[in-house]
């Protein structure tokens, strides 16, 4: 399993990157997982549904499942905090790619997205985890650097330089607490 994070200020383009890379991966033959940090509450139940009614009666966990998915609801008696490692931990373990979005602080190596009409500042200054800037002004960039410089509207060109350089996000999947 390969491993590869993407980070950025919020309307940066991390997701529509994100999506975008899913069938430009899919299309060589790799299983693409997703791993996204969500900032707030958020749900994908709706009242009503035996899940939802299961969750609010109190139970810990609800795994729903047809003949084409599965979907795992757990709910935290606290707050939790789970690391990047630990979600990648819950993935099938038959995937090629795992693209994660959000968890800029992690130890995981990342791709910056970054657009210069943004305002923002860059993170790959003060980040040795990022390891490429995807970006849609290249010649705007705040300062050199020897990391990649992608072009953010072409997902098809990250895609490539992601499998071309596929062994530097070789992810040893290990139990992490």
């Given at each position: 399993?390969?491993?590869?994070g993407?980070?950025g200020f919020?309307?940066s383009?991390?997701?529509?990157?994100v999506?975008?890379?899913?069938?430009?991966?899919?299309?060589?033959g790799?299983r693409?997982?997703?791993v996204?940090?969500?900032h707030?509450?958020f749900?994908?139940?709706?009242p009503?549904?035996?899940?939802?009614?299961?969750?609010?009666?109190?139970?810990?966990e609800?795994?729903?499942?047809?003949?084409?998915?599965?979907?795992?609801?757990?709910e935290?008696?606290?707050?939790?905090r789970l690391?990047?490692?630990?979600?990648?931990?819950?993935?099938?373990?038959g995937?090629d790619?795992v693209?994660?979005?959000?968890?800029?602080d992690?130890?995981l190596?990342k791709?910056?997205v970054?657009?210069?009409?943004?305002g923002?500042?860059?993170?790959y200054r003060?980040?040795?985890?990022?390891v490429?800037i995807?970006?849609?002004?290249p010649g705007?960039?705040?300062?050199?650097?020897?990391?990649?410089v992608?072009?953010?509207?072409d997902p098809?060109?990250v895609?490539?330089w992601?499998?071309?350089n596929?062994?530097?996000?070789?992810?040893?999947?290990?139990?992490?607490?």
């Amino acid at each position: 399993m390969k491993a590869i994070g993407f980070a950025g200020f919020s309307g940066s383009g991390k997701t529509t990157l994100v999506e975008r890379l899913i069938p430009a991966l899919k299309m060589r033959g790799l299983r693409v997982s997703v791993v996204k940090h969500a900032h707030h509450s958020f749900d994908i139940d709706r009242p009503g549904k035996d899940t939802w009614r299961h969750r609010e009666a109190g139970a810990f966990e609800v795994v729903v499942a047809s003949d084409q998915r599965l979907a795992l609801m757990r709910e935290f008696e606290q707050p939790a905090r789970l690391t990047v490692h630990q979600l990648i931990a819950e993935l099938y373990e038959g995937v090629d790619w795992v693209l994660v979005e959000g968890f800029k602080d992690s130890d995981l190596q990342k791709i910056e997205v970054w657009r210069a009409s943004s305002g923002n500042s860059a993170r790959y200054r003060d980040d040795d985890f990022i390891v490429a800037i995807a970006t849609d002004s290249p010649g705007s960039l705040p300062e050199p650097t020897l990391r990649a410089v992608l072009d953010l509207n072409d997902p098809e060109a990250v895609a490539r330089w992601l499998v071309e350089n596929g062994d530097r996000f070789e992810y040893k999947l290990e139990v992490f607490t």
